[in-house]
């Protein structure tokens, strides 16, 4: 198993990727601390890895609230003397998804959404390597996850604030990487979600917990439809999210920090916005041969 022996933290756990990967991680034989604004959600998530087997707690903590974080990490160290994995994953979406037009964007909901998904990953990883550094054999081979989105690489409409909290998260893990904690024999990577987000993320906090992406609820899957570059069979999951958390939370990853990687991408950041269209070779062909080279 990939994660044997290892005890792991992970926030926003009650659903979506959180969910995913700690039911995953405990597969691959983690200790789960799972933490989530809801305890009722986190609770879930528990009940589900305890009945596939596996080892968790539950523990009720608000990512904005440094006290909150730090008691979570303190319960990992409590109950399984130790804290190797960190994947401070928690995040919310910009307040209306999007509508609310750049200009009339108020201080209190740009404040919101980066407290959540800024703020919360900082708190995370501050008493992450507290705790890391306190380990019985040592803090070298520790691992920090952040979930930060494609929406830091590229502009999505309607998300400013959204995409420049996660843009600090790739900065932060960057700056960490080289800097801050790579002496102690800690690493740090972001993933950088496109594809296969939970379908909960749009929806309010207290709705079903659906565990199935955006795309999976579109209904059939017709990879001609999609905009992926990558024609596949099935649509993204949350869980080919989960996988390179995995990864990355792994031994296999012992050497990359400073990371922040692209998943579920499918070739979609490797496009253009030039309309190339679908008969491009033959029109660009067709010009050329009339003499005009601009396409």
Known sequence: MRLAGKVAVVTGAGSGLGRVSSRLFAREGAKVVVTDISEGRAKETVEQILADGNEAVAVKTDVTVEAEVENAVRTAVDTYGRLDVMFANAGIPAKDFGLTPFEDISEAEWDETNDVVLKGVFFAVKHAVRAMKQNPDGPAGGSIICTSSAASMVGYPGFPQYGAAKGGINAMVRICAA?????????????????????????????????????????????????????????????????????????????????????????????????????????????????????
């Open 179 to 295: 800097w801050e904690i790579g002496r102690y024999g800690i690493r740090i990577n972001a993933i950088c979600p496109t594809h296969g987000g939970s379908a909960n993320f749009i929806l309010p906090a207290d709705a079903p917990v659906l565990e199935k992406s955006h795309e999976e609820m579109g209904g059939t899957w017709v990879p001609e439809h999609s905009p992926i570059p990558l024609k596949l069979p099935r649509a993204p999951r949350i869980l080919d999210n989960a996988y390179p958390a995995l990864f990355l939370a792994s031994d296999e990853s012992m050497y990359m920090s400073g990371v922040s990687l692209p998943t579920t991408d499918g070739g979609t950041l490797a496009t253009v916005a030039i309309p190339f269209g679908d008969n491009w070779r033959e029109n660009l062909n067709d010009n050329a041969r009339q003499g005009d080279f601009n396409g």
